[in-house]
């Protein structure tokens, strides 16, 4: 529904935005991610309309917007400090949209009256019609921008970081709202986001952004579970990082690497991510609740079989630390020049602090990435 | 404790001689000029004579437009600035604010010499083979207004600029967002929100222009008075105090009146709260 063909943004001799290609589904709730400077606003507002793109076109619905004023676009925004207008009430900031439209679509103050009423109701403010925006809390603010957006009944709701000024409990009940609302009014929600999580739990797909160019578009379980670049990897969750040199082994669809752990030379496989590799230098990626963690020399041949033939990986250390968690616990393990291991694992046998350990984790559960790609 | 000298002071330069404005105003005035300590009302009559209130009517006319015209371009000029980046921006708050680092007498004399009969302004004119009237700007309404008007200009251009600094520019982002056009943007949105500095830079413009003599005087020639010249003539040349001090005591009740209209708009606090 909502295209963007080749858009490249400079500020001066600075790029932004590189060549960046994304196809947008209606009554889609997407989400773009990554870290501040990465232009993940600056595309929100090239949709919006309140910046232009040095090159590449926006197409909605098969038509071209990017040439448009901004009020000329279906689109509406919710921005990141709200921008309510301190000069008027909450009923005012949200009539604002339509009695600007008035002229053109003939909205009778009576139509405006009801369209209100039903968005106040919506977010849960209608007693607080007659306030100034200055006597709001944060999420009140929020709820009242979502709705003067809203009520333009636009085709795309843009949200730019609607969520991080407020704390983290308000922040949760927002998030669950946010979503309910989306669902229930079926419009495509395009956020804004430098949080993970909230990118994971609100969104259906998920962009990552780096350095101006977009790094993976998938759903938040794929993203997680199936990083195309190490950059995603080390975005999306926590990793435990390993060193090594591809090695020429038959244990496809895997791919073998040499690693070194205290002066013994050592093999891991894993699933080789991005682009294919024979040789050369590699990381490896595994996720802390991926790991096992048994006593040296406790783990069954069972534990250690991954398939009928496959080895699961084996890496020993030294159990540094152990944080009790209920169900779970964090745990960290020396693994000498490998570096200190974060576990996250049920434990087994009463493991002590000062106990040699053995980590354990299957091929399919280590991404490897070529080490270029990394910086 | 910490507001004594202050007060001192404010009492001593101050209120001390507005107070003496206001005891001369009501005396009555020696036969070779000086004061008769006795209480005289009859010039406080005089005062308001055809002539006079029509140099009145026209000071108030010469003050509220240079005061709405400074206001208006400030205006602009502080949103243009705001929206430029750092460097140039300094350049041009510099450029703006740098004619009143001059004394206003030199200021006032460089119009005067600007348009004057060898100044570049005829010269433009005249290589042009436009014809003029050499003595047209000599003394003239409009150089006067100019005069007044670029003295004026950086009083409305700095209270307008640090509230625009301190202006939410997102603000007119969601405007044009929910489908406002400029001219709506800037009365529905910016104006409104400024509406506490726009009224202040007026009344900071309007209150001693209202008194203006100087300039009207070296750029007017003999052609127009204004309450600032009539007081000072009456004061200087007539040697008629109690006349100049009812008139000073008039222009001071007229400013105070203007302050409290314009220094305290009416309704809910129109500053931003962030």
Not at chain 1, 222 to 234: H, L, N
Not at chain 2, 17 to 37: E, I, N, Q, R, S
Not at chain 2, 81 to 94: F, H, P, V, Y
Not at chain 2, 244 to 253: C, E, Y
Request: charged letters at 20%; aromatic letters at 10%.
């Amino acid at each position: 529904m909502l295209e963007i063909n080749n858009i490249t943004k400079q500020h001066g001799n600075q790029t932004t935005l590189r060549n960046v290609q994304l196809k947008i589904e209606e009554g889609e709730f997407f989400s773009l991610l990554g870290p501040s400077g990465c232009g993940k606003t600056t595309l929100l507002r090239l949709l919006a309309g309140t910046e232009t793109a040095s090159s590449g076109e926006v197409l909605f619905r098969g038509k071209r917007i990017d040439d448009l004023n901004p009020q000329e676009r279906p689109f509406n925004m919710v921005f990141q400090s709200y921008a309510l207008f301190p000069h008027l009430s909450i009923y005012d900031n949200i009539a604002f949209g339509l009695r600007i439209k008035s002229r053109k679509n003939k909205f009778s103050e009576s139509e405006i009256d009801k369209k209100v009423e039903a968005m106040l109701a919506m977010v849960h403010l209608e007693k607080y019609a007659e306030r100034m925006p200055g006597t709001l809390s944060g999420g009140q603010c929020q709820r009242v921008a979502l709705a003067r957006a809203l009520v333009n009944e636009p085709k795309v709701l843009l949200l730019d970081e609607p969520l991080s000024a407020l704390d983290a409990k308000m922040r949760e009940v927002m998030q669950r709202d946010l979503r309910a609302l989306q669902q229930k009014l079926g419009i495509t929600f395009i956020f804004v986001t430098h949080d993970q999580e909230e990118a994971l739990i609100l969104s259906d797909r998920i962009a990552v952004m780096n350095q101006g160019r977009i790094e993976q578009v998938c759903h938040p379980r794929e993203m997680y579970e199936s990083p195309q670049s190490a950059y995603v990897a080390r975005f999306i969750g926590s990793n435990n990082e390993i060193p090594g040199t591809l090695v020429e082994d038959t244990a496809a669809p895997f791919v073998t690497l040499q690693i070194e752990t205290s002066g013994v030379q050592q093999r891991v496989r894993g699933q080789m991510q991005g682009g294919s590799l024979n040789q050369g230098q590699v990381m490896a990626f595994v996720r802390p609740e991926k790991i096992d963690i048994f006593k040296n020399g406790a783990a069954t041949t069972e534990d250690l079989q991954w398939t009928q033939g496959v080895q699961k990986n084996r890496i020993l250390g030294i159990l540094t630390n152990l944080v009790f968690r209920g169900q779970f616990n964090d745990a960290h393990v020396d693994c000498g020049n490998l570096g200190v291991f974060k576990v996250i694992a049920r434990l087994q046998n009463n493991l002590e602090i000062g106990d040699d350990v053995e980590l354990v984790f299957a091929p399919v559960d280590t991404f490897v990435f070529a080490v270029n790609e990394i910086e | 404790m910490l507001a004594v000298p202050a007060l001192i002071w404010l009492t001593a330069f101050l209120l001390g001689p507005m107070l003496l404005v206001l005891v001369v105003a009501f005396l009555k005035k020696g036969t070779y000029g000086g004061l008769l300590w006795e209480l005289d009302f009859t010039h406080w009559t005089q005062i308001f004579n055809d002539s006079y209130l029509k140099i009145m009517f026209l000071s108030f006319v010469q003050a509220f437009a240079t005061a709405s015209l400074t206001v208006a371009i400030g205006f602009l000029l502080a949103w243009s600035c705001s929206t430029l980046s750092g460097g140039s921006r300094k350049w041009a708050i510099g450029l703006i604010a740098l004619p009143s680092f001059l004394n206003l007498i030199v200021r006032i004399y460089a119009i005067k010499l600007f348009v004057g009969f060898e100044g570049p302004l005829q010269g433009l004119l005249r290589f042009l083979r436009i014809p003029f009237d050499e003595f047209y700007f000599s003394s003239n309404q409009s150089v006067v207004f100019w005069g007044m008007f670029s003295s004026y200009l950086p009083f409305a251009f700095l209270p307008l600029y640090a509230a625009m600094e301190k202006f939410d520019f997102s603000l007119i982002e969601a405007a044009r967002d929910l489908g406002a056009n400029t001219v709506q943007t800037v009365f529905q949105v910016l104006i409104p929100n400024l509406k506490r500095a726009l009224m202040g830079a007026f009344v900071l413009v309007f209150i001693p222009s209202l008194g203006e003599f100087i300039i009207p005087d070296l750029l007017g020639g003999a052609k127009q008075m204004y309450l600032g010249n009539l007081i000072s003539e009456q004061v200087l040349r007539a040697r008629n105090w109690p006349t100049g001090a009812a008139l000073a005591v008039l222009l001071i009740s007229a400013m105070l009146i203007f302050y409290f209209l314009g220094a305290r708009p009416n309704g809910p606090s129109s500053e931003p709260r962030r």
